[in-house]
């Protein structure tokens, strides 16, 4: 099928530039694009209805009839784009975000690397990553995915919504499968996998009970399983997924994820002092006490053990907070901000709280 012509050069202009972008569509509106959180237009020619008619055919949806849909589009430079299809005041409407094909490292990404390299070579276990939505969640899990890939001779199956990154099978061999399109949901997706042969799993998110449940069947079973959580810190994961699990099944689902759980890790992305976004995080990995404080809900006392400098698979936020302070990559106002309890870091400079010096 032929591409269409307007909206093609459009693609193909962000996905020249180094800067991760979305394109904002709407017909008799200036087309828009999103890099670095904000917004600007391309250009000064508006979108016609026809532009907009063309490109929605091009991508399955009938525009007389449609009103939200999701899909995908190829642009003629070959890069793919995942598309949301929408109306907008009665006209149409689409906002088209790249697919990377380009996997930052751990080192890229200034994520503690020797944690997540240890976390990527078990051979079976749950690692969860957690954190507000555009955290960067699905890029470090693609980049634990890619160490995986680059390290380990195995299968790797992804169930995504939506993919957002392209794997080029090295040592791995990848099969990414997107819910609504290859399968119905992420439950369904992660059923099917294990009968697919997989070393490695990743589920885009634990959503509901059947999800988690069967995540933690497959880490049982000797699968590595990766899986995101949206929640703000640590505690809040271990929160959220105790109260997934029913009140009658909830004892033996923690006693599976005190044996299964081998990491956490929480991320946020702050406002850098070079102009671009620093990442920060706290993680745990999960070993002495640990396990027996995820059987008996103590989620203090996992909170508490987070903040101890005996584990280095275990740091704090205001721990990472103070490092990338002192390191000169955030401002003392941007680090204030980011603590739960702004005294806190005010207390860590002055070096009063033990547990952060």
Known sequence: MEHPHRIDQLCCAITGSNATTDLYLSEDSLPHYRAQNAVSAID?????????????????????????????????????????LNRQLGKLAAVLR??????PTFEQLRLPTLVLEDWSSRSAGLVLLTGPT????????AACLEWVNQHRQAHIVTIEDPIEFLFQSKKSIFTQREVGSDTGSFAQGLRS?????????????????????????AA?????????????????????????????????????????????????LLPGTAGTLTPVAEHIQIQGAAPNWIREGAHQKIADLITREDNAGN????????????????????ATKACDNPDDFARALRGISARIT
């Not at 996998?193 to 069947?217: K, M, N």
């Open 315 to 334: 740091q704090s936020f205001l721990q990472s907070i103070l490092a990338e302070f002192r390191a000169g990559n955030i401002d003392e106002n941007t």
């Open 220 to 268: 049982e079973t000797g699968h590595l399983v990766f899986s995101t959580l949206h929640c703000y810190n640590i505690s809040d994961a271990f929160e959220r997924l105790t109260n997934l699990f029913p009140p009658e099944n909830r004892e033996s689902a923690l006693l599976i994820l005190s044996k299964q759980l081998t990491g956490v890790m929480a991320q946020r």
């Open 44 to 84: 000064d020619t508006l979108l016609s209805h026809l532009d907009l008619e063309t490109f929605w055919i091009h991508c399955g949806a009938d525009p007389n009839t449609t009103t939200d849909r999701d899909s995908a589009y190829i642009a003629s430079n070959g890069r793919r784009f995942r598309v949301n």
């Open 134 to 141: 555009g955290c960067g969640k699905s890029t470090t899990v």
């Open 98 to 103: 790249p697919i990377e094909i380009h996997i």
């Open 193 to 217: 996998a294990l009968r697919q042969s997989p070393h490695v799993i990743f589920v885009g998110e634990i959503r509901d009970t059947e999800t988690a449940i069967t995540a933690l069947q």
